[in-house]
T-cell receptor, first 110, second 114 residues
Framework: RKEVEQDPGPFNVPEGATVAFNCTYS??????FFWYRQDCRKEPKLLMS???SGNEDGRFTAQLNRASQYISLLIRDSKLSDSATYLC???????????FGTGTRLLVSP | NAGVMQNPRHLVRRRGQEARLRCSPM?????VYWYRQLPEEGLKFMVY????????ESGMPKERFSAEFPKEGPSILRIQQVVRGDSAAYFC????????????FGSGTQLSVL
């Protein structure tokens, strides 16, 4: 079993739609949680950290459920530029040693 | 202020040759991390280095792979006697401190083994 599991997708949505991704992790010792974005095999870029209280950054909302060991990302009012692969990332040691999921691919169409 | 610089961007090697991948961290960063992304897979941690020290190499294959981060110059990931299964994107990241707020990734080196 992979330490971080994600639905690979792709999720095909029209512009303006709301889309949600979930991710589960198996290591209960995980302390830090993130969503990264990766475009066409380029370098991953930090989208946002995820906190137990939930956090929002513009159109993006992230939630963490420690009891169920899952993390979610909600994207509202999807833009064409949101098309990318979204990587769920966990760590036991902050940024020192990140464990990446294989990613969920999002395609936003006009 | 240049970001994390990796070179070459693309590297083609024949089976049995050596591959050297270079990473210059961001200015002021003393922590370097190497990750590998195989086709259709997530990034996998390989090694974490500070200047002249290997801190965690738990993700490095036991043979043929080595990494260094000398006092002067870039960090080097070295793969000896490459095999087709080494074909992957190798990403380097740097941070200013061990538990920094953010890792900055380089653009990666795509290694293709013929």
């Amino acid at each position: 079993r992979k330490e971080v599991e994600q639905d690979p997708g792709p999720f095909n949505v029209p512009e303006g739609a709301t889309v949600a991704f979930n991710c589960t992790y198996s290591n209960s010792a995980s302390q830090s949680f993130f969503w990264y974005r990766q475009d066409c095999r380029k370098e991953p870029k930090l989208l946002m950290s995820v906190y137990s209280s939930g956090n929002e950054d513009g159109r993006f909302t992230a939630q963490l459920n420690r009891a169920s060991q899952y993390i979610s990302l909600l994207i509202r009012d999807s833009k064409l530029s949101d098309s990318a692969t979204y990587l769920c990332v966990v760590s036991r040691t902050g940024f020192q040693k990140l464990v990446f999921g294989t990613g969920t691919r999002l395609l936003v169409s006009p | 202020n240049a970001g994390v610089m990796q070179n070459p961007r693309h590297l083609v090697r024949r089976r049995g040759q050596e591959a050297r991948l270079r990473c210059s961290p961001m200015k002021g960063h003393s922590h370097v991390y190497w990750y590998r992304q195989l086709p259709e897979e997530g990034l996998k941690f390989m090694v974490y280095l500070q200047k002249e020290n290997i801190i965690d190499e738990s993700g490095m294959p036991k043979e043929r792979f080595s990494a260094e981060f000398p006092k002067e110059g870039p960090s080097i990931l070295r793969i000896q006697q490459v095999v087709r299964g080494d074909s992957a994107a190798y990403f380097c990241a740097s941070s200013p401190e061990q538990k920094g707020e953010k890792l900055f990734f380089g653009s990666g080196t795509q290694l293709s083994v013929l």
